[in-house]
């Protein structure tokens, strides 16, 4: 719009498309409307629809590049309200589908409906006691799930507002409701909610490595793992009986989660020697959030203890004070490490040692 | 009206091996020939390739879809699978 073509619109000159994508991730509905609006009228990017209420942002309480965090830093965590609402989609595409469990009532005997709804609870409680998060949005916001969403569908999302998981086509997955998926979209939820990272690239990659993280570690406090004793998988036993594999993602060991003549090999790198560029899988999201996953790995090697004592904590505090959309993978690298000085010290053998990680991921900071 | 559609991605990413389905209305009833074309009307579907879906979702699937009408002419769109609306999503399901 701005190039040989005049322009009617001049604000839509002077705002360049990734600050729209950013104002329509991150702004308040008037603000998204008007972002989208501009973006629609721009032939290079695609018009981005605006549904939220809410913007996806918890007020910062007056501090600069904290959201969540400050919001609810003296929030008693016994004021945290879990609110369960599992639905079946019936096999549909609408969503959510028929309720059929609530926060309170008893298994249905389904077998993803009750481990929908046991997962959520897991994950709500991670949320709380560890990072004194009440629910995903830090507002004690209801965790909504739909099961059987659509028919042999071979995914799990996050859409903004709640969960889904498919039933699998029984041939290469078989279900998803096994906790680490559950943990990766419900904490898709939290990134969205502690400021978003656009689901591109490098950001994209960093979003999908959080969810991974926070994914395998509401396994492992679920299981009481310290970080030598866990498996590190992403979607254990999610897989179908036939494929050969043991789960979707390693963090341990990006590229050997599988090798099948059916999906072929696990195409995650481990080092930015070898990052995939790409345009397929929105640049390579599920492909290069291995290298950040196998940079939380080996933290959590250096440190031991349980994964989110120490490296999650980082990890959060990182998360909620990194206010950049657009990180890249050395943005959120930095951004740790300041967060391991704030709760360590600068000079501090946590700080020390997690920069030794990233570097050994590649990435100098 | 030939009717290719491809879905890739999600939570998988490439993993996922694309799905593929393909449909020649010719060979249908004509009720469900009808209910094809005003589901797959390239103009619906341009409509529909311009809303680039939530920018908060993670893990939504990306569908690749081309209508060849009767006139011979390829209109090719690519939909994130939540701007493509439930009934149609039902209909790709039963193909
Ligand atoms: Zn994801």
Known sequence: MCGPTPCHNPVNCIIPPHMLRVMALRGDTSVQKMAKSMLKQNESVREERAEHTSGGMVPNAGRQGAFVTSALAFMDTRTHTCDRQIYDGDNKASLPGTPVRTEGQDPTGDPEVDRAYDGAGV??????????????????????????????????????????????????????????????????????????????????????????????????????????????????????????????????????????????????????????????????????????????????????????????????????????????????????????????????????????AWRLVGIAV | MLIEIVSSGGFGGVTTPPKKLHMDTAATSEEKRQAYCDAFDPDALSNLSLDGGNPNAADLALYTISVTDDQGQEHVFQIQEDAIPDELLDLIDGM
């Open chain 1, 123 to 356: 994950v709500f409680d991670l949320c709380s006691h560890e990072f004194n998060r009440n629910s995903l949005d830090g507002n004690g916001m209801p965790l909504k799930a739909t099961v059987h969403h659509r028919s042999k569908y071979n995914n799990a999302f996050w859409n903004g507002e709640q969960m889904a998981y498919g039933d699998g086509d029984g041939e290469i997955f078989q279900t998803f409701t096994e906790l680490s998926v559950i943990g990766h979209e419900m904490f898709h939820g939290v990134v969205q909610f502690s400021g978003g990272l656009i689901y591109q690239g490098q950001s994209g990659a960093l979003n999908e490595s959080i969810a991974d993280v926070f994914g395998t570690m509401t396994v492992q406090r679920h299981l009481d793992q310290d970080v030598y004793g866990a498996d590190w998988l992403v979607g254990k036993g999610i897989l179908g009986p036939n494929i050969n594999g043991v789960a979707l993602r390693s963090m341990k060991a990006p590229g050997t989660a599988y090798s099948d003549s059916l999906l072929g090999q696990d195409p995650q790198p481990f080092h930015m020697d070898v990052y995939v560029d790409t345009t397929s899988d929105n640049g390579g999201v599920h492909i290069n959030s291995g290298i950040p996953n196998h940079a939380f790995y080996l933290y959590c090697m250096y440190v031991g203890g349980k994964s989110w004592e120490k490296p999650g904590q980082i990890w959060y505090r990182a998360l909620q004070q990194i206010n950049n959309p657009m990180a890249t993978f050395g943005d959120w690298a930095a951004e740790t490490l300041d967060a391991a000085i704030e709760i360590h010290g600068t000079g501090s053998w946590e700080y020390l040692m997690l920069r030794r």
